[in-house]
């Protein structure tokens, strides 16, 4: 595994954009992400791709001090490539704010400034939503849209979450949140990382905001799922909610003062107004955890109240 450059330059964020055959969506990807967020740095994570998509990312690197890639020995999945990425981001010690997305514009660079202010207003993870008010999935057919939110529901109903999109994969980290979830130690490899990574914030009571996206068919290329990854997930989901207490984080839980005191006696989802994030905080127990162990949930505005819905 090797970077082609040295220190991040970027202060407002470092967007993780893991690629594998991404050679006719990279290129744009990158311009449209700098186009949006010129402060950001961009690391590519390339699982050597036969198209040479890792080529094209080391001459954008080559052009553009923002522009970084780590190159992997072969692809291991998107998990994987996820884990190393965040390992980079976490040794340089000027990052603070982490974007995961996909490189095939089905996730929006138009869209990172929202999530990046979300953090700076006080989240620890936002979630860019395909199920919240506002948030779209246009040119799905049924099957899709009922596989894609039947998983979620899953994933909600098994492991006690709240959020309403537990598969989506563009996301906003705060640096402290993604050190204290410890990356090292995630489970899932595939699509499944997306919700490991969601629980276990939770678990150690990050406060996630839900905001809402339009999820778009991929720009170019050939679409990564498969029924394996998908069955992945359905057994981690199931990992996770039924593997002894101790041992479902592989860490401590840490709760902090400020998310316990938020309805920690309480068996049921309270809201409340949040001036700080002009929407509502939502705690809820965590599934088969002593009622102080709270993830809370910050609505943004335009996502609209909770929804027990699938």
Sequence with gaps: MSTTKGPLTGLAALVVLPTYNERQNLEPMVNRILEHVPAADVLIVDDNSPDGTGELADALASR???????HRPGKEGLGRAYQAGFRVALDQPGVRTIVQMDCDFS???????????????????AIGSRYVQGGSTPGWGLQRRMVSRGGSLFARSVLGLPYRDLTGGFKAWRRETLEQIDVSRLQANGYGFQIETTW????????????PITFRDRFAGKSKMSRAIMREALLLVLRLRFAPPSTRTGYPVAVRSDVAAWGAHSATPSITSDPSTSGVRY?????????????RLLMSPEAGPPDPGP
């Design 64 to 70: 553009d001090d923002h522009v970084h890639v780590l």
């Design 107 to 125: 996730h929006d660079p138009a869209d990172i400034p929202r999530l990046v202010s979300l953090i700076d207003s006080g989240a620890d993870l």
């Design 200 to 211: 276990r914030a939770h678990r150690v009571g990050a406060g996630i905001v839900e905001t």
């Design 283 to 295: 705690s809820h127990p965590v599934a088969g955890a002593p009622h102080s162990e709270h993830g």
